[in-house]
């Protein structure tokens, strides 16, 4: 049975409706905004991780997206993914085995998507657009799975973001030469044809090394950003603890 939250977005996308039905729709999308701005106050500098959620633990990219999780952590990051399974799952695994920190921006989906076991905090959203700035929020660098067109959603928004300058030039690591092989040449095509600057590309490192990835990310944040953030004191008027 499909979820009623499916039915009121399409009922929003299908054109004007009622001022008061408008109204209170920005209402519960603000609210949304707010119950995920207050959950993850205090999660301190994050990588986010995009990819899959169709892959299951004997896939090659899970295996690495454990190595990474663990990787990243070690370097002070919490990881934030989608929260659900498939790369979501793999990177805080990786997180939680070396003793890191990990936070889901979960989604609520016609077929339901669980919050999987690894996780610290957990936040639930109805609405993909809500999710998608919670998960560049926090974080000071992006890196991209394998996955579907939703990772390709969140690669391009997060890549035009920081192109625009809309956010600042973090790290952004594309991992898997050969399945993404065909991007990177479209990418190419892109600056031929004038569509992008040369520049642009250089917001991107794409690799396969688990290495690689984590030294650049490392780099990056240390030299250009010092991941220097003042230190934010719980509110009692928020019930913060």
């Known amino acids: 049975m499909t979820k009623p939250v499916v039915h009121e977005d399409r009922f929003f996308l299908e054109g004007p409706a009622s001022r008061q039905s408008e109204f209170l729709y920005v209402i519960r999308i603000a609210s949304q905004f707010i119950r995920g701005f207050r959950k993850l106050h205090f999660v301190g500098p994050c990588v986010t991780v995009f990819g899959s959620a169709r892959f299951g633990e004997d896939n090659e990219y899970y295996q690495r997206t454990v190595e990474l999780g663990a990787a990243l952590s070690r370097l002070g990051f919490t990881i934030m993914t989608g929260g659900g399974p498939g790369i979501m799952e793999a990177a805080p695994r990786g997180a939680k085995s070396v003793g890191g920190r990990t936070v889901g921006c979960n989604i609520e989906l016609p077929h339901e998507q669980r919050p999987n076991p690894y996780l610290d905090v957990v936040v639930t959203f109805r609405h993909f657009f809500v999710r998608k700035v919670l998960l560049v929020k926090y974080s000071f660098a992006f890196v991209v799975m394998p996955g579907g067109a939703g990772t390709m959603d969140e690669l391009f ?55 690689e990835a984590t030294k650049h990310i490392e780099r990056i944040t240390q030299t250009r950003f010092g991941l220097v953030r003042r230190k934010l004191k719980p509110s009692w008027v928020f019930g913060e603890r």
Do not use: A, C, H
């Not at 890549?159 to 040449?185: A, C, H, N």
């Open 157 to 211: 928004e997060t890549l035009t973001l920081i192109q625009t300058g809309k956010i600042q030039e973090f790290p952004m690591v594309v991992f898997g030469t050969s399945y993404w092989k065909d991007l990177r040449e479209m990418l190419d095509r892109m600056v031929e044809e004038k569509t992008i600057s040369p520049e642009d590309l250089n917001l991107i490192l794409f690799t396969d090394s688990v290495d």
